[in-house]
């Protein structure tokens, strides 16, 4: 048997797996998980979207429930690694807010199918739930919720304020309207094609509510 795995050759001369081949099979799979659920996707519907050999799928990552961890891995990373340090408890807190909700605003641009796995983990989770959603979201909650306990602190918010609802009310408002941008776009609403003038327009609300007069 041919043996079709893809390897790169390190300076010592060992094989190392193609990480251009991993990263679209990956890419491919959050793609195809972003419109069915994880069990409805085949490792033979991954390879042809991501132009691989099946075999190679099963080489990188063994099976589908792996692959599926590997992409959930992916993009929470990302999520920590593009979002998380914008919660911000130091300097000027009010740009500190208006900076981290764009900054989801703009990772959801990029990362359209971080959504759909989230919400999906939410509703009908994996064992990816308990060692990688859960972790990244607490970890993510913390800091949103420090930023925010911070302006109640510097009396810039009112005393008395849930510093916890505050956040949620932001993290909310955001992603809905990318949650909902097909809906949006099907009926013609403009907020479908104004996300950044919607967010500036989300924050000030919730900033004028909270703020001390």
Known sequence: MVDQRKTIQ????????????????????AALLSQSCRHAVSIRDIARESGA???LVSYYFGGKEQLYGAVVAEQFAAYEREVVPLFK??????????EACKA???????????????????????????TVVKPCIDNASRQAT?????????????PGINAR??????????NYQFISQRLLRDLRLDP?????????????????????K
């Open 165 to 174: 609802f505050v956040v949620q009310s932001l993290i909310a408002l955001v």
């Open 192 to 212: 479908a094609d104004q996300a950044d003038s919607y967010v500036d327009f989300a924050v000030a609300m919730v900033l004028n509510h909270i703020v001390s």
């Open 146 to 158: 420090a930023m925010i306990q911070a302006g109640i602190d510097q009396g810039i918010f009112r």
């Open 10 to 29: 390190t300076d010592g001369g060992a094989d190392v797996p193609d990480q251009n081949t991993r990263a679209k099979i990956i890419e491919a799979t």
């Open 104 to 130: 989801i605003a703009d990772f959801h641009k990029r990362r359209p199918f971080w959504l759909t796995l989230y919400l999906r983990e939410l509703t009908n989770p994996s064992a990816c739930y308990e």
């Open 53 to 55: 050999n099946s075999a």
């Open 89 to 98: 408890a130091e300097g000027d807190i009010r740009r500190n807010i208006t």
